[in-house]
C-alpha cells in the first residue's frame, strides 16, 4: 500500500501497478465512493516527479479488488447464490466459499514414520555388523527403503555389490577384501559409534569411503547409501576418462613417430602431413612423388610378420631422411619423397625393388616384388591433387605387376 496518511473511512487502499490505467479508472471500495488512484496519492505527496515502479502486490481482504495488474487474490469474493466469481480481466478467482474452514500453507504434519532422504536407485548392499542386533536393524531399514541385502559371505568377485555397510570393530577383514577386488571394488560405507567429530577420520584410516553414525536410522542410511551411489558414479566417470585418456595417448604415440621396428609411419600421419605438402608445392612450385611397393608372392619359409619387418627395414634403407615411408597393411607400402621428380622416383623405385627382393628372396631372385612410381610438378595446367598422385601410382603398380 503506497498512501500519505490513513485512507478513506470504510474503504480500502489498493495499489495500482499500471500508472496508464490509475490515470482512468476508479477502483470501488465497499462504501461505494471512488478510491484515490496511485497517482492522485503520489501528486498529494509531492511526489509526482518518483521514479516509475512495478509492484507485486497481493491484495488480501473481505473480498478481492477490482484489477488489471497481475495481482494475486486471496480470499472469498462476493458472489451471489451458484455465481461464479470472476475478475474485470476475465480470470475466474478460485477461493475458498465464504466461512469456509482456511487453507493452511506450511509443512505438513509430521508422519507417524521417519522421513528419508532421496534414495535413488536400489542397489545390492552386503551388510556386516559388528554385532547381531546392529546388522538385523540396518538390513530391515534398507530393505525398507528398497535395497537387496545380501551376506558378506555372498560376495562374488564378477558380480560385487554395490556397496557394503562395514560396522567397526572387527570389519577390517571385509575391507581388505573389498580393496583387494582393484577398480571393481564396491564402496565401503564404515558404520562407527562414538563421537561424531572423530567418525570421519576413523572411517578413513579404516580405508573405507564413506561413514554412518550409529544407531542406525532410514535417514542416515538412506544419505549414506544415496553419497555411495554417487561416488559410485563418479568412479565409472573417471574411469571411463583413463581409458579414454589411454586411447588418445595410443594415438599420439602412434602419430607421432615410426614404428622402432620397421620404420615405417602410420598412413594417418601421412594424410596429415601430404596437406601441408601439397599446400608448399602449389605455392613455391617444386615437384612431389610417390613410390607404390607390393609384395606379390611372399617366401613360405618364414611367418609373414617378420618377412613384412624385413622388407620395410629394406625400403627403408633406400630413401633420404626427408622421405616418408607409410605402411599401407597387407602387401603394400608406400614411400612420399618431396623434391624429387619423375626421373628421381624412378630411381628410387629400382632402388627398392632390388632391395626388397633381395632381402625377401635372396640376391638374384626378381619377380616377388613390384613398384608404381608417380610425380607431379606444378605449374600452368598442371594441377596438385593428392588423388591424382595415389591413382597414377596405383596405374603403374598395376601395370609392373602385368609385365610379370
Not at 370 to 378: L, Q
Request: with cysteine; proline share 9%.
Amino acid at each position: 500500500m503506497t498512501s500519505e496518511g490513513r485512507p478513506p473511512s470504510g474503504g480500502r487502499a489498493e495499489t495500482v501497478v499500471d500508472d496508464d490505467l490509475a490515470a482512468t479508472q476508479e477502483i470501488p471500495t465497499d462504501a461505494g465512493r471512488p478510491q484515490r488512484t496511485s497517482s492522485e496519492w503520489l501528486e498529494r505527496a509531492g511526489a509526482s516527479d518518483a521514479p516509475e515502479v512495478t509492484l507485486t502486490q497481493v491484495a488480501i481482504g473481505p473480498y478481492p479488488p477490482v484489477d488489471n495488474d497481475g495481482a494475486t487474490v486471496i480470499g472469498p469474493p462476493p458472489q451471489a447464490d451458484g455465481a461464479t466469481p470472476s475478475r474485470s480481466d476475465g480470470a475466474t478467482v478460485i477461493a475458498p466459499p465464504p466461512n469456509a474452514d482456511a487453507t493452511v500453507i506450511g509443512p505438513p504434519p509430521r508422519p507417524d514414520t521417519e522421513p528419508t532422504a532421496d534414495l535413488g536407485a536400489a542397489v545390492t548392499i552386503a551388510v556386516y555388523e559388528a554385532t547381531d542386533a546392529h546388522r538385523q536393524r540396518a538390513t530391515t531399514m534398507l530393505e525398507q527403503l528398497g535395497h537387496r541385502v545380501i551376506d558378506p559371505a555372498e560376495i562374488s568377485a564378477s558380480e560385487p555389490p554395490a556397496v557394503i555397510l562395514v560396522g567397526f570393530p572387527g570389519g577390517a577383514r571385509i575391507v581388505a577384501s573389498a580393496l583387494a577386488l582393484g577398480a571393481n571394488r564396491p564402496i565401503l560405507v564404515a558404520a562407527l559409534s562414538g563421537e561424531a567429530r572423530t567418525l570421519a577420520e576413523r572411517a578413513g584410516a579404516a580405508g573405507c569411503d564413506l561413514f554412518t553414525a550409529r544407531p542406525h536410522t532410514r535417514d542416515s542410511l538412506a544419505q549414506a547409501i544415496a553419497a555411495a551411489g554417487a561416488l559410485g558414479r563418479a568412479h565409472e566417470r573417471v574411469a571411463v576418462l583413463e581409458s579414454a585418456e589411454a586411447v588418445l595417448s595410443e594415438r599420439v604415440e602412434r602419430l607421432s613417430g615410426a614404428d622402432t621396428e620397421t620404420g615405417l609411419h602410420p598412413f594417418e600421419l601421412f594424410q596429415r602431413l601430404l596437406v601441408m605438402e601439397l599446400k608448399r608445392a602449389r605455392r613455391y612450385g617444386y615437384p612431389l612423388a610417390v613410390c607404390l611397393m607390393s609384395v606379390d608372392r611372399w617366401p613360405d619359409s618364414q611367418p609373414r610378420d617378420e618377412l613384412r619387418v624385413r622388407a620395410a627395414q629394406a625400403l627403408t634403407a633406400c630413401i633420404r631422411d626427408v622421405d616418408l615411408p607409410v605402411d599401407l597393411g597387407g602387401d603394400r607400402f608406400l614411400v612420399f619423397l618431396p623434391y624429387t621428380s619423375a626421373s628421381g622416383a624412378k630411381r628410387v623405385g629400382e632402388r627398392i625393388t632390388g632391395a626388397a627382393s633381395a632381402a625377401l628372396f635372396g640376391k638374384g631372385v626378381t619377380g616377388g616384388v613390384s613398384v608404381g612410381v608417380a610425380a607431379i610438378e606444378p605449374g600452368p595446367g598442371q594441377p596438385v591433387s593428392f588423388a591424382r598422385l595415389i591413382g597414377e601410382a596405383s596405374t603403374a603398380l598395376r601395370a609392373a605387376q602385368a609385365r610379370k
